[in-house]
């Protein structure tokens, strides 16, 4: 059974990342993040992510991603089994993320990645949608 605090609609408010001495690093998604989460009551979930940003740097590529799944959400830990995904590499995986409620809103945690050629632990800061 999932534990329903998780369900609803939830709006991407900010991210972070650290590495692994501590240093902030660039946040995912950019300086603006724009994205939308859905748990549904049923156990599926979409989820659409990307920097908001209206211009991004020429230097720069943007970010985006989407992808949809059965999940399962036990308190802590949130895993969703991805049917579809932008990235096709995704399909099949189960994505893995710890959960935490803090300050009204809902913090996911993936595993920690290399992300920009850096290793590090990455945090995204979630709102519900009323």
């Known amino acids: 059974m999932n534990d329903k605090r998780i369900i ?3 709006r991407l408010k900010s991210g972070k990342g650290v590495d692994d001495n ?5 946040p995912p998604f950019g300086p603006n993040p724009n994205g939308v989460v ?15 940003r209206a211009e991004v740097p020429s230097d720069e590529a943007r970010q985006f991603i ?12 949130l895993s969703t089994r991805v049917d579809a995904s932008s990235d096709a590499s995704r399909i099949g995986s189960d994505q893995i993320r710890a959960v935490r409620f803090e300050n009204g809103g809902m913090v996911l945690a993936p595993p920690r990645r290399l992300y920009a050629g850096v290793m590090q632990q990455q945090e ?4 519900r949608i009323e």
């Open 124 to 127: 995204l800061f979630w709102e």
């Open 22 to 26: 501590g240093h902030s690093q660039p």
């Open 38 to 52: 859905c748990f549904q009551a049923d156990g599926r979930m979409f989820c659409v992510l990307c920097d908001g």
């Open 8 to 10: 609803g609609t939830w």
């Open 66 to 77: 989407s992808y949809a799944g059965n999940y399962t959400f036990d308190g802590n830990t």
